[in-house]
């Protein structure tokens, strides 16, 4: 999840490789969608595509309110997100 902060938030920290690693739907797609600021989830075949950082984190990111979405401290965004996954394990 830090992975995917960074990137949206703090991109010119990450190895240049990654500056075009996940894609939001408003680029893809040329009408507006509910989505539209989210990450596009690709469609993966095997069971080992599912694993891969890029639709893992994709999906987790996706999942998450925009409060803590739009958190720019890296510290403080794993705060917040230790407490919101405690909050699901307590349901």
């Known amino acids: 999840m ?3 902060h960074n990137y949206v938030h703090h991109r010119n920290k990450l190895p240049a490789v990654f500056s075009t690693y996940f894609e939001v739907n408003k680029v ?3 009408h507006d969608t509910r989505q ?3 990450f596009h989830m ?3 075949q095997f069971e ?3 694993k891969i950082i890029r ?3 994709t999906k987790l990111w996706n999942d998450l309110s925009d409060d803590i979405k739009q958190i720019t401290s890296s510290s403080f965004f794993k ?3 230790k407490c919101h996954m405690l909050q699901l394990l307590e349901q």
């Open 2 to 4: 830090l992975f995917i």
């Open 28 to 30: 893809l797609h040329c």
């Open 36 to 38: 539209k600021n989210d």
């Open 42 to 44: 690709y469609a993966v």
């Open 48 to 50: 080992i595509g599912k």
């Open 55 to 57: 639709n893992n984190s």
């Open 79 to 81: 705060y917040r997100l």
